[in-house]
């Protein structure tokens, strides 16, 4: 219903006022028994460390980082009663793990996948709602950093936490929201099972970058940037459900290239990489897993 004039009056002087802001007291949440830890900034972790790995959510981006591998694994397509027409999804149980693959939202106006956050968001959101996974992982391709090690082809993990680099909110708390700092699942065995690297991955809605978004990806020490792992990463730690991130590299953000010429012509070696490690992956998991196992 919409508001009528004077509620929407009436809303806006509250606004100004700005009492109605209830400051969050990070003892009020997470207290003993429930043994989730508490809420304090930049270490936050709700998400569960331990238990089995019943159900894993593989989301993508683009139809094209996931189709070759969904057609090698035999996953069965999936139409979600709840979301009809929403995320193309792939389900089939494979060993011990139920394996679900969501491919965020295709846009119909520009034909073309939906990358970036927004559409990161509704396929999390519907992922999560719908199968309750007990880990999200983000697939897909992204820039690396030949200065510090990377090379087209490499397969990436995350470590640490998961930033924004685009998100720039000069304004107290809202500072570090910007900054995202979403915490991923501590991975001991699964760098060397995959053959991986790790990093830190920063987010951002586009594929090129501004200085005051290099900046940023210089500071979070960065290693892998791309344009959802922050934003399954984000939804993922409001519904605790522990998060990976595992990206390829197409292009070398540092490269003597342009970066869109860079991802058209490594994106069959970066999808091939990519795929091989995810089969391994769930190779692994098929032998029925803990997540401390990982
Ligand atoms: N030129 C592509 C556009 C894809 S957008 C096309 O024609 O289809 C790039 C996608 O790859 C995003 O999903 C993003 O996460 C990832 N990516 C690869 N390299 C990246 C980079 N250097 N910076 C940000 N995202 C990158």
Wanted: aromatic share 8%.
């Amino acid at each position: 219903m919409r508001n009528t004039p004077q509620d929407g009056h009436e809303h806006n002087k509250q606004n100004d006022r700005f009492p109605r802001i209830v400051k969050f007291n990070s003892a009020d949440i997470g207290n003993d028994d429930t043994g989730v830890p508490p809420l304090d900034g930049q270490s936050m972790s709700l998400a569960p460390r331990r238990g089995p790995i019943e159900t894993v959510v593989f989301t993508f981006a683009m139809p094209q980082e996931a189709q070759r591998w969904v057609h090698a694994l035999n996953l069965t397509p999936y139409e979600s009663p709840r979301n009809p027409g929403m995320n193309e999804q792939y389900k089939s149980k494979i060993g011990a793990v139920n394996v679900v693959v969501s491919i965020n939202q295709f846009n119909l106006k520009h034909g073309v996948a939906g990358v970036g956050t927004n559409n990161s968001v509704l396929n999390a959101f519907c992922a999560i709602n719908e199968f309750k996974p007990s880990l999200l992982v983000n697939a897909g391709t992204a820039g690396g950093f030949g200065d510090s090690g990377g090379v087209i082809g490499d397969i990436y993990l995350t470590k640490g936490a998961v930033m924004y680099h685009d998100r720039h909110i000069k304004l107290g708390n809202y500072e570090e929201y910007g900054n995202g700092g979403h915490s991923c699942l501590s991975l001991r065995r699964l760098p060397k099972i995959l053959s991986a690297k790790t990093g830190v991955f920063s987010t951002g809605n586009s594929l090129n970058y501004k200085s005051s978004d290099m900046r940023r990806i210089i500071d979070s020490d960065a290693l892998v940037k791309d344009m959802e792992a922050a934003a399954f990463a984000e939804i993922a730690e409001q519904f605790n459900v522990p998060f990976i991130g595992i990206k390829s590299i197409s292009d070398l953000v540092d490269g003597n290239k342009p970066t869109p010429d860079q991802f058209q012509d490594n994106f069959g070696l970066a999808t091939r990489n990519l795929h091989g490690a995810l089969t391994k992956f769930v190779r692994f998991l098929a032998n029925g897993r803990r997540l401390e196992d990982l």
